[in-house]
């Protein structure tokens, strides 16, 4: 099945406690990207990746850092994790570029206490 | 500045009715735009893309079309259903930047 995996799914840390978020799509997609959601703010872009090695930033990527070491997976790491990075993160990949359907994966649930 | 707006209050329609969703934009030269679903808790799930040269797209009970001198895409749903129940999102990128730009979504309640 073709599909965008995270994990944790959920996660409660504390501040200051370096964390990954796993992301790994099984579709041979070029693009990849990482998405927070809060609440009367939307989906913003965190960062994304036009392939392997290649990583740019997206409209909020202070604190955030990623790497595109392989096709399939672009983990999300939160080096110095505080209270307001507290929100739902999603992964998606699409063909090409943003342009293309984007496929979501189902979510991370992060708090930072 | 760049500004997409979508209706902030829920739709609540009937069952059967069409249902019209609007997503207005500022400030922006879309390539394209395109529109998602989101169920609670859940990532957001590709519907229909339409390109800036395009007026109409269709896909089953879906329309979108997309009025660049309006700066106005309109979504809409006919015979919906309560199932259609969940925030609809719309999304646009100025061609190149690779960077999409979501909307904050607007829900849909269809009572049966």
């Known amino acids: 099945e073709a599909q965008v995996t995270q994990n944790p799914r959920y996660l409660i840390t504390v501040t200051g406690k370096k964390l990954t978020v796993t992301c790994s799509q099984n579709?041979?997609?070029?693009?990849m990207s990482w998405y927070r959601q809060d609440p009367g703010l939307g989906l913003r872009q965190i960062y994304y990746?036009?392939?392997?090695?290649?990583?740019d930033k997206g409209d909020v990527p202070e604190g955030y850092k990623v790497s595109r070491k392989e096709k399939r997976n672009f983990p999300l790491i939160l080096e110095s994790p505080s209270p307001n990075q507290t929100s739902l993160y999603f992964c998606?990949?699409?063909?090409?570029?943003?342009?293309?359907?984007?496929?979501f994966g189902p979510g991370t649930r992060l708090t930072v206490l | 500045s760049q500004k997409i707006e979508q209706n902030s209050e829920a739709l609540n329609i009937q069952e059967g009715k069409t249902a019209t969703l609007t997503c207005n934009y500022t400030?922006?030269?879309?390539?394209?735009l395109q529109w998602y679903r989101q169920d609670p808790g859940r990532g957001p799930v590709f519907l229909l893309l339409?390109?800036?040269?395009?007026k109409e797209k269709r896909k089953e009970r879906l329309k979108v079309t997309f009025d660049t001198t309006l700066k106005q895409s309109l979504f809409h749903i006919t015979a919906s259903q309560p199932a259609d129940s969940a925030t609809y999102l719309c999304?646009?990128?100025?061609?190149?930047?690779?960077?999409?730009?979501f909307g904050r979504g607007t829900s849909l309640i269809v009572h049966p």
């Open positions: 998606a990949s699409s063909r090409a570029q943003a342009y293309n359907e984007q496929f």
């Open positions: 579709m041979n997609h070029e693009y």
């Open positions: 990746s036009m392939n392997v090695e290649v990583t």
């Open positions: 400030n922006y030269s879309p390539a394209y």
């Open positions: 339409i390109r800036e040269n395009e």
């Open positions: 999304a646009l990128e100025s061609g190149g930047s690779y960077i999409p730009t």
